[in-house]
Nanobody, 121 residues
Framework: QVQLVESGGGLVQAGGSLRLSCAASGSGFRINAMGWYRQAPGKAREFVASCSSGGSTNYDDSVKGRFSISRDNAQNTVTLQMNSLKPGDTAVYYC???????????????WGQGTQVTVSS
């Protein structure tokens, strides 16, 4: 079983920065990709950013140039640096990991519990 624990959310003024972190724990698994989704009130969960085990990154157009994702494969952590935050970035941010584990070595997706990010105008 894999657990994801997020940290770093909070309240910030528009134009400010926040840094989200997510750590995966457990044993006997390999993480293929880690990343972040977010969900604003009354809206569907949407993709924010991802990072493969090889370091390839992908971003939603709405955060390109403002957010930066990075991974530490040895520590099984992923970090989302969020700069130039806007009120529209307000949401609950969820960490996810695409995990392969034995004995079948099929891929499953695990989610963190979510962390609130609020950007005031």
């Amino acid at each position: 079983q894999v657990q994801l624990v997020e940290s770093g959310g909070g309240l910030v003024q528009a134009g400010g920065s926040l840094r989200l972190s997510c750590a995966a724990s457990g044993s006997g698994f390999r993480i293929n990709a880690m990343g972040w989704y977010r969900q604003a009130p009354g809206k569907a969960r949407e993709f924010v950013a991802s990072c493969s085990s090889g370091g390839s990154t992908n971003y939603d157009d709405s955060v390109k140039g403002r957010f930066s994702i990075s991974r530490d494969n040895a520590q099984n952590t992923v970090t989302l640096q969020m700069n130039s935050l806007k009120p529209g970035d307000t949401a609950v941010y969820y960490c996810y990991a695409r995990v392969v584990a034995g004995p079948s070595w099929t891929e499953s997706v695990y989610w963190g519990q979510g962390t609130q990010v609020t950007v005031s105008s």
